[in-house]
C-alpha cells in the first residue's frame, strides 16, 4: 500500500506563490507517473501538472507558464510550484501517483485571495 502525504497548502493573495510538497512512502516498487489534480467547490476534479518516470511534464493550459511541477527520484516526492497564483486557482489540491494502481493523497486546500 502506499500513503502519499501532502503539504504547503494556504491562504495566498492574488499574486503570491506557494509550493505544495506530496512524499510517498509504503510499498513503492516502482513509479509510472505522480502529480497534481485540483477541485473547486462545484467543479469536476482535474488535473493541473503531472511529471513521468523519464521527467516529461505537462500541464493544464490554465497554469502553464505559472506552475512548476518537479520530483526528487530519491525521496519518492514531487513538488508543485504555484506562482502568480489567481483566485481561480483556490481549490483542494489532491497528489496522486500511478504505478500499478493509483493512489491518493488527502488534499491540501489552496485559497487565493482577489
Known amino acids: 500500500q502506499v500513503q502519499l502525504v501532502e503539504s504547503g497548502g494556504g491562504l495566498v493573495q492574488a499574486g503570491g506563490s506557494l509550493r505544495l510538497s506530496c512524499a510517498a512512502s509504503g510499498s513503492i516498487f516502482s513509479i509510472n507517473a505522480m502529480g497534481w489534480y485540483r477541485q473547486a467547490p462545484g467543479k469536476q476534479r482535474e488535473l493541473v501538472a503531472a511529471?513521468?518516470?523519464?521527467?516529461?511534464?505537462n500541464y493544464v493550459d490554465s497554469v502553464k507558464g505559472r506552475f512548476t511541477i518537479s520530483g526528487d527520484n530519491a525521496k519518492n516526492t514531487v513538488y508543485l510550484q504555484m506562482n502568480s497564483l489567481k483566485p481561480e486557482d483556490t481549490a483542494v489540491y489532491y497528489c496522486?501517483?500511478?504505478?500499478?494502481?493509483?493512489?491518493w493523497g488527502q488534499g491540501t486546500q489552496v485559497t487565493v485571495s482577489s
Open positions: 496522486y501517483l500511478l504505478n500499478e494502481r493509483i493512489s
Open positions: 511529471i513521468t518516470r523519464g521527467g516529461r511534464v
